[in-house]
């Protein structure tokens, strides 16, 4: 290694080595962390409608709108929502979470936060415990300690340790609808 940097010497990447690579890493790095209530895998044609709640740090997630496209593409109808409390007061009124989740089969949490200062994906961490826990997964990119320190008491729970693309999130959705296994093992820091 320290010869090839000190010649500027470096072997060309091989595409087709790091996209099979990655689609056969990926799979292998989503792990279901709790399924208390048996709601995975989802009963094909039970759940018509899910809204995806963007806990992320952008406005347009691409990882929503990637879960949108493979919920949709499963026949379901998918929504995203960002602002599920009152901006203004910061506030979640629960009379507000209930007649936002009541026309929704499902209810997805697809969170990418960070331990810290306070954040619109704090925010809505905070608004999720008002949600309906029976219909309500929970996807976190990142830190595994999340789960405990932000989401103890969340009975569907699931850890990516990818980054959000195509190919992860098609896997999360296969896996959710039981059409593959969680093989993932969590990780340790």
């Known amino acids: 290694r320290n010869k090839a940097l000190a010649d500027q010497a470096y072997d060309t990447p091989d595409p087709a080595f790091v996209d099979n690579y990655r689609r056969n890493s990926i799979p292998k790095s989503i792990c279901l962390l709790r399924n208390e209530l048996g709601l995975l895998p989802l009963e094909a044609g039970k759940y018509k ?3 995806i709640v963007n806990g ?3 406005e347009d997630s691409d990882s929503c709108n990637l879960l949108k496209s493979e919920f949709e593409a499963r026949g379901m109808q998918a929504d995203i929502k960002r602002h599920i409390y009152d901006v203004h007061s910061q506030v979640a009124w629960q009379d507000d979470i209930d007649a936002l989740q009541a026309p929704y089969d499902l209810v997805l949490f697809n969170i990418a936060a960070n331990h810290g200062t306070w954040s619109v994906p704090l925010m809505i961490i905070w608004s999720s ?3 309906d826990k029976a219909k309500k997964i929970v996807v976190h990119y990142g830190n595994p300690y999340f789960a405990e320190d932000y989401f103890p008491e969340d009975p569907t ?9 195509k190919t992860s999130a098609k896997a999360l959705v296969d896996r959710i609808f039981g ?3 969680f093989t993932g093992v969590p990780r340790l820091l």
């Open 129 to 131: 415990h008002q949600f």
């Open 56 to 58: 992320t740090e952008q």
């Open 179 to 181: 059409d593959a296994p």
């Open 157 to 165: 729970y699931i850890e990516m340790n990818c980054r959000a693309n």
């Open 49 to 51: 409608k899910v809204l």
